[in-house]
């Protein structure tokens, strides 16, 4: 069974480099959806200049591991799981990156009646290391209930 819920989301995240720490806040407009056992969370926010970027984060009920996916001003994909590094690439057009994510928590109580998804990661792009603190947190969109 499919099953579509509109959610007003407050995205949080939390970027310490070097001992220097950048916090940004911003909310937008998600879907999250969920057929069978797979859950996703889509999104899109609204960058520094107005770039736009697309964020899609999907797990597997059961499983301790989360896909992250971003396309828009910056693309860049991983699977974010604790027991295993993940490579993969991290583009700015023109540019492109090695990235490894290596995750250290994972948290996902969030249903179709809201709540929240927190990653903590390391994240190196092209030797730039950065400790990364991800939180969603979702409610239902207040239109959607009456």
């Known amino acids: 069974m499919k099953q579509?819920?509109?959610?007003?989301?407050?995205?949080?995240?939390?970027?310490t480099t070097g001992?220097?720490?950048?916090?940004?806040?911003t909310e937008?407009?998600?879907v999250l959806r969920q057929v069978g056992d797979h859950?996703?969370?889509?999104?899109?926010?609204?960058?520094?200049?107005?770039?736009?970027?697309m964020t899609t984060l999907?797990?597997?009920?059961?499983?301790?591991?989360?896909?992250?996916?971003?396309?828009g001003a910056v693309k860049w994909e991983a699977d974010f799981d604790p027991e295993t590094p993940a490579v993969t690439r991290y583009e700015v057009p023109?540019?492109?990156?090695?990235?490894?994510?290596?995750?250290?928590?994972?948290?996902?109580?969030?249903d179709e009646n809201g709540g929240e998804i927190h990653l903590r990661?390391?994240?190196?792009?092209?030797?730039?290391?950065?400790?990364?603190e991800l939180t969603v947190t979702a409610r239902v969109r207040e239109e959607e209930l009456s």
Do not use: K
Request: hydrophobic share 30%; aromatic share 6%.
């Open 121 to 132: 990661y390391t994240r190196n792009v092209g030797g730039d290391e950065a400790l990364v």
């Open 28 to 30: 937008a407009r998600g």
């Open 39 to 53: 859950t996703s969370l889509a999104y899109t926010e609204r960058r520094e200049g107005g770039a736009r970027v």
């Open 19 to 25: 001992g220097e720490t950048e916090t940004v806040s």
């Open 94 to 110: 023109p540019y492109a990156f090695d990235l490894t994510v290596r995750c250290h928590e994972i948290r996902l109580p969030l």
């Open 4 to 15: 579509e819920t509109p959610m007003h989301l407050t995205i949080h995240s939390r970027l």
């Open 58 to 71: 999907s797990w597997q009920e059961g499983t301790p591991r989360v896909h992250l996916t971003h396309r």
